[in-house]
């Protein structure tokens, strides 16, 4: 049963973290509670045991009071199974010490935005919108990597990190997954690490294209037009591209 193991991996990380937590009554019945449920091959469960929420509330309390926070990363890619059993728990963390950070990728479409309303709708919860990285913010991400790969020989001849973050940011804009899978691909396939190498990999272009199919043709119409015109684009050249006006566009824009 994936979300029951996936609980369990949790409660040994965490109680790893906290040895002292590891020895209390509360932490003993949810790790027996939850091998039990495990070695009896049980199916996937949707929602919490009910032999295992009361170890479950009082275990969540203790790491709280320990002053933990957990970050779980991902969320968008977990399974409907495993988001309906952790549901009650991040109820019950809302009104408890405990600390938990649940990191998604914004735009990952309407399955991605419910889930982020249903964990809204749960009460102590604080958005954080992460923005792009900008020029600067690249240069210090990059300036650590490149003196690596400098140090092991692998890139002797690397340009600067602030010549790279510019070349990165204008090619493949301020998307940390995006930045570091472009220079992955070039120490892959032992590019020079200079501007002139740079290319979008595969990897990242299959990301942007899953993005992009779920916007409207609009959208993805002007998308096209702006990514012809690049600095040159703006309201009159869609406008007169388009054929539509300014506002007809406002939508899509």
Do not use: K, Y
Request: some cysteine; proline content about 7%.
């Amino acid at each position: 049963a994936v979300p029951l193991a996936l609980m369990a991996r949790l409660v040994e990380q965490v109680n790893g973290a906290l040895p002292a937590l590891r020895d209390t009554p509360a932490s003993q019945a949810l790790q027996q509670g939850l091998q039990l449920q495990l070695g009896a091959g049980q199916t996937p469960q949707r929602q919490l045991p009910r032999s295992l929420a009361p170890p479950l509330h009082t275990w969540l309390a203790d790491a709280g009071a320990s002053g933990l926070a957990l970050m779980l990363d991902d969320w968008q890619f977990a399974d409907e199974a495993s988001v309906a059993l952790l549901t009650p728990w991040l109820a019950d963390a809302s009104t408890s010490p405990l600390r938990l950070g649940l990191a998604a990728r914004l735009h990952a479409g309407p399955h991605g935005e419910r889930r982020l309303q249903a964990l809204q709708r749960l009460g102590d919860v604080q958005t954080v919108t992460l923005p792009p990285l900008d020029e600067a913010a690249i240069t210090c991400l990059l300036s650590p990597l490149l003196d690596d790969l400098v140090a092991q020989g692998q890139s002797a001849d690397a340009a600067d990190s602030a010549t790279m973050a510019q070349a990165l940011l204008r090619r493949v804009g301020g998307n940390p997954l995006h930045l570091l899978e472009s220079l992955r691909h070039m120490v892959h396939n032992q590019l020079p690490l200079q501007p002139q190498h740079l290319a979008v990999p595969r990897q990242v272009r299959e990301l942007v294209a899953e993005r992009l199919a779920q916007l409207p043709a609009d959208a993805r119409h002007l998308l096209q037009v702006a990514a012809v015109a690049g600095q040159d684009f703006g309201v009159e050249l869609a406008e007169s591209v388009t054929g539509r006006h300014a506002l007809a566009l406002a939508e899509a824009w």
